[in-house]
């Protein structure tokens, strides 16, 4: 279902630097808003320091309300893509390439960080039915359409991340019609789908049979495994389990008191 479908004019130069993005058309006004923006943060086209277009300009260009705008820019203010300060506006902060890998372990960026060439196998996706027994693992009703996808994230050619990921298809409706052989569910899911909660749970497991043929280790070798799950407000949206192997891999995080 598609709502407030604006057509936006010819993108806006805003500071001879930065340009409005297109919106994709697709849900409520404000999500595609702030899909856009979440986009060219991420991607690096907004970068740290640049300030985005004022609401009343964003609202005029997009033909909406300012209330919508504002929704927008606010969500992803709360993700900490964005700082609102008095009488400069609305910054793209510097920990905005940083937030994926210090809160979201992004493979990807680690990878590249640390100088290596990333790669990426799409291995699987199916529907689960009713009584699927990794429901469990993201509690939704059984009715709820559920999707499970497998993806292997490479470094330097080697098995760097095995990613299991659940997707609650209701709060991410988009995803069906995604070609994800390209770009891995979590990077997709962080520029196009708000959260408001999330939880990480860190362990040590021997790898199965199954997940040891994919990191090229042997059965039973010790494991690094992330658990995240991911809420908007008290919808579930995803659970993602990684696996790393336990000898070729740590996780690192600088952090600032919040006072």
């Known amino acids: 279902m598609r709502a407030e479908a604006a057509t ?3 993108a806006p130069v805003v500071d001879e630097q930065v340009r409005v993005p297109p919106l994709d058309g697709d849900g409520p006004m404000w999500l595609q808003i702030r899909r ?3 986009l060219a943060i991420l991607t690096g086209d907004w970068p740290a320091g640049t300030r985005v277009p004022a609401e009343m300009a964003l609202t005029d260009h997009y033909a909406t309300s300012r209330m919508t705008v504002n929704k927008a820019i606010q969500s992803l203010a709360s993700e900490g893509l964005v700082e609102r300060r008095p009488k400069t506006g609305t910054v793209v902060t510097s920990r905005a390439r940083e937030r994926p890998v210090m809160e979201i372990w992004d493979a990807a960026d680690i990878v590249r960080r640390e100088g290596r060439q990333y790669g990426y196998r799409f291995l699987s996706c199916e529907m689960l039915t009713d009584d699927a027994p990794e429901r ?3 509690p939704t009703e059984p009715s709820v359409p559920m999707m499970r996808m497998l993806c292997l ?3 330097d050619g080697r098995p760097f991340q095995l990613e299991e990921r659940l997707i609650n298809v209701e709060a991410a409706p988009r995803i069906t019609r995604q070609p994800l052989e390209n770009v891995s569910p979590g990077s997709w899911l962080l520029a196009n789908v708000p959260w408001t909660d ?3 749970r860190i362990s040590a497991r021997g790898a199965t049979e ?3 043929a994919h990191l090229a280790i042997e059965p039973g070798e010790a494991c690094l495994v992330v658990e995240r799950r991911t809420w908007n407000d008290t919808v579930p949206v995803t659970m993602g389990r990684f ?3 336990g000898d070729d891999h740590q996780l690192e995080g600088q952090f600032r008191p919040s006072w």
Do not use: F, K, T
């Open 8 to 10: 936006p004019r010819a």
């Open 36 to 38: 856009s923006m979440a």
């Open 136 to 138: 469990a693992d993201l």
């Open 153 to 155: 994230h490479l470094s």
């Open 198 to 200: 999330a939880r990480h």
């Open 210 to 212: 199954a997940v040891a």
């Open 243 to 245: 696996w790393y192997p």
